[in-house]
Nanobody, 124 residues
Framework: QVQLVESGGGLVQAGGSLRLSCAASIRTKSSYAMGWFRQAPGKEREFVAAISGSGRTTDYANSVKGRFTISRDNAKNTVYLQMNSLKPEDTAIYYC?????????????????WGQGTQVTVSS
């Protein structure tokens, strides 16, 4: 139902910043809640941040609060994840996801569409 394409990953040193982008091609005209998840080697997929269809409600994992900011531009059908003060433990493949609902969710199974992922590597 939704095609998502992430970009902006790369290699940075600890303390650096990256901004991830997720461009969405939505087949039906509606405001989808969006989320960012990540998966590190040897670990399960982990919730990072989510934003409601309107953009007025956000939620963050405790591990990224104060460092990451999720935002969206509905006119461009794009969601962003600004990542500051990056740590080596942030290293993972980052995925954006969309669900056919206005409200946010933190469970991967609640999302309908997923991007291909973009690698973020933070060196010590």
């Amino acid at each position: 139902q939704v095609q998502l394409v992430e970009s902006g990953g790369g290699l940075v040193q600890a303390g650096g910043s990256l901004r991830l982008s997720c461009a969405a091609s939505i087949r039906t005209k509606s405001s989808y809640a969006m989320g960012w998840f990540r998966q590190a080697p040897g670990k399960e997929r982990e919730f990072v941040a989510a934003i409601s269809g309107s953009g007025r409600t956000t939620d963050y994992a405790n591990s990224v609060k104060g460092r990451f900011t999720i935002s969206r531009d509905n006119a461009k059908n794009t969601v962003y994840l600004q990542m500051n003060s990056l740590k080596p433990e942030d290293t993972a493949i980052y995925y954006c996801a969309a669900r056919s609902s206005f409200t946010i969710a933190t469970i991967p199974r609640e999302y309908d569409s997923w991007g291909q992922g973009t690698q973020v590597t933070v060196s010590s």
